[in-house]
């Protein structure tokens, strides 16, 4: 009982005893119906107390888990994380050789490349004023892969590019990369429909149905972007389009005698049920919160 009162937060202990039942259970812990009946407690490693909880629910903010990162990951949300994307790599290695690709492993100090963003460069130590360039994409590679004879590639790869931070970028991220020869559209989206669908059924037990496809001209018809998210339903109406009122997505367009819209090659709407009667005012606050960060 003495060595039991000095022990605190995340101290390692052996404890030696008789396992019995419980006589408080609870079904939040696996242990739950049984405890221990000490009969010798050592300390093996004691512990400052941590900067933050080391639970699901956790009290450190991302500043200070960060800093102590390897508390961090002892969480089980964290590494319930990194098991998954193990698993994810694994599966998709399985499949993509599965359908007879070939895992190539290409170099990450390369010459610099014409791609959209930025160059990272690391400096030469044996060629003084040169520089590497760390590889936005494999891209190159696999191209001189498909001209050697390499039909099919793949690679589970770090890419860096150097540009701003935003919700969907940064500087260095992972990705499935592949390459194909003598192939044709379908069977690109053949391919990694189903993959995507394997890695679902294996990785999260889900069953994924076909994936519906649409051309480039509809999607930007009705959703003004190449990448819609299909759940949104305010879909995009032209109002001066004879296709639209046809199938009774749209209307017959009368001129009204504003010129903005009269001598329009399209007017756009989006029908927003319920909003009618919005004020201006919330019309106003709904506009400043499109605006935030």
Not at 109 to 125: H, M, N, Q, Y
Not at 170 to 176: G, R, V, W
Not at 233 to 252: I, Q, T
């Amino acid at each position: 009982f003495e060595t039991a009162r000095s022990v605190g937060r995340e101290f390692v202990l052996q404890a030696t005893g008789t396992v019995i039942e419980r006589a408080s259970k609870t079904t939040k812990i696996p242990t739950g119906e049984i405890e221990i009946k000490v009969s010798a407690l050592k300390i093996l490693n004691a512990s400052k107390t941590p900067p933050f909880t080391i639970q699901d629910d956790t009290d450190g903010g991302d500043d200070l888990r960060m800093k102590y990162r390897y508390l961090d990951l002892r969480r089980n949300a964290v590494q319930k994380n990194l098991i998954f994307r193990s698993n994810l790599a694994v599966e998709t290695r399985k499949h993509l050789a599965g359908e007879g690709f070939i895992e190539v492993e290409t170099p990450n100090l390369i010459k610099s490349t014409p791609e959209g963003a930025r160059d990272f460069v690391v400096p030469s130590r044996m060629n003084k004023g040169q520089f590497y360039a760390l590889p936005q994409s494999p891209q190159t590679f696999k191209q001189i892969l498909m001209v050697a004879g390499f039909d099919k590639y793949f690679q589970i790869v770090k890419c860096f590019r150097d540009e701003d931070l935003r919700a969907d970028r940064q500087p260095e991220f992972t990705q499935i990369d592949c390459e194909m020869s003598f192939v044709h559209q379908e069977d690109i989206l053949n391919t990694f429909e189903g993959l995507t669908k394997y890695l679902f059924q294996q990785t999260l037990g889900m069953t994924l149905s076909d994936f519906p496809r649409m051309t480039y001209d509809e999607a930007m018809r009705r959703f003004g972007s190449d990448k819609p998210d299909l759940r949104f339903g305010m879909e995009f109406v032209d109002l001066k389009s004879p296709a639209d009122a046809e199938f009774g997505s749209g209307v017959d367009f009368v001129p009204v005698g504003f010129p903005v819209f009269d001598g329009a090659e399209s007017v756009i709407a989006i029908c927003a049920p319920g909003c009618a009667e919005y004020s201006r005012k919330q019309i106003d606050e709904l506009t400043e919160w499109v605006k935030r960060p």
